[in-house]
């Protein structure tokens, strides 16, 4: 796995093929509420299991997530499938007070949930207004409980093209260099 130019082999002492594709940044930009001043809210911390529902229209990567945090301390941030598979965990020490926080999880196309336990996050009781969308992108579409939103403000997206992958054959011929 290699991204850059130029590409230099390890040593090469039979034919050997490699697979290349081009890949080209196409967009992004932010998504969700900027901050959580859309409605009345509070810290929430409890031992329920709350999230943001969303859907990834085409492939994407989550970069950074805005958070108020009540006390410095390690998060859990998961990721789910639409279904409730867990596909990934982070743990992140987050300071107290307003944090862009680093996710950087690649998305294919699907529906999915983020969130966490025990968070000790601001969410909004009120005020949110779904979807937020980042045209073409992902919409975030709901949350576990009708009219909250949790945790995760001002989402930052980015998105590329990835050309289809093509074999390179490196054929090694005649006699062995000394």
């Known amino acids: 796995l290699f991204s850059g130019n130029p590409y230099v082999t390890p040593p090469i002492s039979s034919t050997t093929t490699f697979y290349v594709a081009d890949q080209t ?7 969700g509420p900027a901050d959580n001043t859309i409605g009345a809210g509070s810290n ?8 943001i529902t969303f859907t990834v ?3 994407i990567t989550l970069n950074t997530v805005k958070v108020y945090a009540t006390g410095t301390s390690d998060r859990g941030i998961q990721l789910w499938d639409g279904i409730g598979t867990l596909l990934d965990s982070l743990i992140i020490n ?3 007070g307003t944090s862009n926080v680093t996710l950087d999880l690649f998305l ?12 000790n996050l601001y969410r909004n009781s009120d005020g949110a207004v779904f ?3 980042l045209a073409s992108l992902v919409d975030i579409t709901g949350s576990s409980a009708v009219g909250r939103y949790y945790y ?10 990835t050309s289809d992958r093509t074999p390179v054959t ?3 011929a005649g006699p062995a260099a000394s």
Do not use: F, K
């Not at 929430?44 to 999230?51: E, F």
């Open 44 to 51: 929430h911390n409890n031992t329920s299991t709350q999230y």
């Open 108 to 119: 294919q196309p699907g529906d999915y949930r983020l969130g966490g336990t025990e968070m």
């Open 25 to 31: 940044p196409n967009g992004g930009g932010n998504a």
């Open 94 to 96: 987050i300071p107290n």
């Open 57 to 59: 229209y085409q492939a």
């Open 131 to 133: 979807p937020y969308s």
């Open 170 to 172: 490196v054929t090694i």
């Open 152 to 161: 995760y403000y001002d989402w930052v997206v980015s998105a590329s093209c």
